[in-house]
């Protein structure tokens, strides 16, 4: 028996034996004992709202009855729990909803593969699937996106900083400006600056000498979570389908965040009216428990038996769980309410922005949502945009922790506070997650406010 008591304890042991990789503990100090609902609490007795969720994994939360009921089933029943890819009636239910839950034009002649129980190792299985497919190398993904972090999904990432020590990423992966309205890449903004963005893709991929060969695939995220809860227009997103259709570019769409009814529908890109070749789903879909899958047109499946594999692709328990979180999301209809509940936050946010000074941009779908903050003690840029305050955000994230909320950031210099409560969130608690942010800004405002002053009396 260990005999730790206290947080301190269990993160010093911690800290000693893992890996020092390890991200979370070092922004979220604590070590959990109990979980239920929206809640958890720590070993000495704290509890917290919990607005991380598993980074969307939660979507009923921790320990939903529908899912302690799926596995005391598999378990009663004396069902296999690994099964590699053979079939169970447990599979073919689950594989059936997931099916039912998708548009029908894509779900009708489509494929799905069951691989490592990871989004990384499902956004490998999609690269390897559209190159098997057209028999090309490149790849196309986007500025700001987050796959994974696996060799392979890892060469698709924005974000430098987990790169820049990796030799060798997979070659021939070319990155395209992503529709970002606070920060455009074009240095313009709103629906102008989308509409050029989707106008020098087309032209790029039009181009001969444009240096890029024909791509296998194209990835991307509807709203890119990890680069800042960027929700790309819905124009937009179609013009890029139509491209990508007319010059028989596979699309391959990455829900693992977004999937199940996270920014108010079913399935993100169901928001701008367009279906996927290719849709890559994990956290939610394993109802808490690991398990990634594919799902793909069936023109595109040209592989041979054992072309991608994965010991735990055969997870029993979570296909089972994942099964019951996806039948109480429609029956519950939690898409919609995350759509009512995400705008009643989206006021919320805003309003604070009004008595804040380093608010300078909210953003997101339904409950997807991200702040951004920026030190207005600087000058802006020609569209308004102050620069990022990556010290703030800290300090606000650790100001909300303190106050029994825990958030999550991300985006540009990691200044982006990230709003991810699970889907069974209530208005009321909707309330009290913007009481608190509200309060937590104010406090770590005023804390920045007298340390410059102080810094400028020392002067």
Request: hydrophobic share 40%; net charge negative.
């Amino acid at each position: 028996m260990i005999p730790y008591v206290t947080n301190r304890e269990y993160l010093d042991s911690q800290a000693r034996r893992e890996s020092n990789a390890r991200s979370y503990p070092r922004r979220i100090p604590i070590a959990i004992s109990e979980a239920d609902g929206i809640h958890v609490k720590d070993v000495e007795g704290e509890t917290y709202i919990d607005c991380l969720a598993g980074a969307g994994t939660l979507a009923l939360g921790h320990n939903h009855p529908v899912v302690i009921e799926a596995i005391k089933k598999v378990l009663d029943d004396k069902r296999p729990l690994h099964t590699l890819d053979m079939t169970t009636p447990i599979k073919e239910e689950f594989v059936e909803e997931v099916f039912a839950s998708l548009p029908a034009g894509f779900s009708r002649k489509a494929r799905i593969q069951f691989c490592g129980p990871s989004g990384s190792d499902a956004v490998e299985a999609a690269i390897k699937l559209v190159k098997t497919a057209t028999c090309r190398r490149s790849i196309m993904t986007y500025q700001g996106g987050y796959h994974g972090m696996t060799h392979g999904s890892l060469s698709l990432m924005g974000n430098l900083g987990p790169k820049k020590a990796i030799a060798n990423l997979m070659p021939d992966v070319h990155f395209l400006p992503y529709p970002y309205g606070y920060r455009c890449p074009f240095g313009i903004g709103g629906e102008e600056g989308a509409r050029i963005g989707s106008s020098y893709i087309e032209r790029l991929l039009n181009d001969p000498e444009s240096g890029v060969v024909a791509p296998a695939g194209m990835i991307m995220e509807v709203v890119q979570g990890e680069g800042g809860v960027i929700p790309a227009p819905d124009e937009w997103m179609r013009e890029i389908r139509r491209i990508t259709e007319e010059k028989e570019i596979p699309l391959i769409i990455d829900e693992v965040q977004t999937g199940l009814g996270r920014t108010g529908k079913m399935f993100a890109f169901e928001q701008a009216g367009i279906e996927p070749d290719v849709l890559v789903l994990s956290k939610a879909i394993g109802g808490s428990l690991p398990l990634a899958v594919v799902v793909y047109r069936e023109e595109l499946d040209q592989w041979t038996p054992g072309a991608h594999a994965g010991t735990f692709r055969g997870n029993q328990m979570a296909m089972a769980t994942g099964l019951a979180t996806i039948r109480f999301i429609k029956e519950n209809h939690l898409a919609e309410q995350a759509d009512l509940n995400g705008k009643r936050l989206m006021r919320q946010l805003k309003e604070i922005q009004k008595q804040s000074r380093s608010i300078g941009d909210i953003r997101g779908r339904g409950l997807m949502i991200g702040v951004e903050i920026v030190n207005k003690e600087k000058p802006a840029d020609h569209l308004g945009s102050y620069p990022a305050y990556p010290e703030l955000a800290s300090s606000i994230q650790k100001e909300c922790f303190k106050r029994g909320l825990i958030l999550e950031l991300g985006g540009r210099h990691g200044s982006v506070v990230r709003f991810l409560p699970p889907l069974i969130v209530t208005p009321a608690q909707v309330d009290t997650i913007s009481e608190i942010f509200c309060e937590a800004v104010k406090e770590a405002e005023a804390s920045v406010g007298n340390s410059q002053k102080a810094v400028q009396e020392v002067r």
